[in-house]
């Protein structure tokens, strides 16, 4: 019997894809790499909660077509390769309601797929809420970049929520992105956002991007308005993508860093939200930095 389980356990962990990482409730997992690259001028980012491929269009289809949370639908796997057209255009694209591979997404791991599809040499999962073969649900992460450090959080309150920190540059000065999706409740919501504000008050160029399940006025009065951090101007709506009235994900980014070219995706109908995209430029003092840590020693 012990024998038969370990052998299980194993094959299963054998299973999962390179890359893969797990979020523990009071448990922090860093993966840690040893390339430090930066681009020449600027990075794009996109935020996308992509509903796992399910590709909502209609409030009625919550109801109708619930039952794609649970089997997979004919298209959840061309829904998700026509999100990698999209997201292929980015250098970083922080993900929500991605399917680790599971009966609704057809045993794919939707992040792998799309790391695949767009090109992307860089990925990190961050599995959440683990259902075995009902869902994987998951944070996900793609970079263009080789980031120094990634580390996996699970938020305060029922299982489900995460958060990501990824580390690009030097430790010296880093640039750090945050990937979250955050509670649907207000208190449980501000508790993770204190917890996230924790997190990266040791950081001065710090972007936090994903899905937050509320509006920017209610961020103004959440513990995370401690970090002074400014969000990209303009109504940027992104919910429900076929009628959206509703800024509820959000790019905020810290005062020093330069935002260019911030959009919705308007014509990206294939989640219930809409993805939100920015160009931001990389501080001098974190080229400075990385700069420094490349040069070699003249004898």
Not at 39 to 54: M, R, V, Y
Not at 119 to 148: A, K, Y
Not at 172 to 192: D, F, S
Not at 258 to 272: F, G
Request: charge should be positive; hydrophobic fraction near 40%; glycine fraction near 6%.
């Amino acid at each position: 019997m012990l024998l038969d389980r370990a052998r299980t356990a194993y094959q299963s962990w054998k299973a999962r894809p390179a890359g893969f990482s797990l979020a523990r409730e009071g448990h922090r997992r860093t993966r840690r790499v040893r390339e430090v690259t930066l681009p020449e001028d600027s990075l794009k980012l996109l935020s996308f909660n992509i509903q796992a491929g399910i590709g909502t269009s209609r409030f009625r289809e919550y109801l109708t077509g619930s039952w794609k949370h649970l089997v997979a639908h004919p298209r959840s796997v061309e829904t998700i390769e026509q999100i990698a057209e999209v997201v292929r255009h980015f250098d970083v694209v922080g993900l929500q309601e991605v399917d680790g591979g599971s009966l609704r997404s057809r045993n794919v791991n939707q992040l792998v797929h799309l790391a695949s599809m767009a090109d992307f040499p860089f990925w990190h999962q961050q599995l959440n809420r683990n259902l075995g073969r009902l869902g994987q649900f998951s944070n996900g992460f793609l970079s263009r970049l080789t980031p120094f450090a990634v580390e996996d959080h699970t938020l305060p309150g029922l299982p489900g929520r995460g958060a990501i920190l990824i580390k690009f540059g030097h430790p010296i000065q880093p640039l750090v992105v945050a990937v979250v999706h955050l509670a649907l409740g207000e208190k449980m919501r501000n508790t993770q956002l204190g917890y996230v504000s924790r997190l990266l008050r040791p950081y001065r160029y710090t972007v936090v991007m994903g899905d937050f399940n509320c509006r920017l006025e209610h961020l103004a009065q959440s513990p995370l308005a401690e970090l002074d951090l400014v969000p990209v101007e303009g109504e940027l709506f992104t919910f429900p993508s076929w009628a959206p009235d509703r800024h509820i994900d959000h790019i905020l980014r810290s005062p020093e860093l330069e935002v260019r070219h911030t959009r919705v995706l308007t014509d990206c109908r294939l989640s219930d939200h809409l993805p939100l995209a920015t160009e931001i430029r990389i501080p001098d003092a974190v080229r400075a930095a990385t700069l420094e840590h490349r040069l070699p020693l003249i004898e």
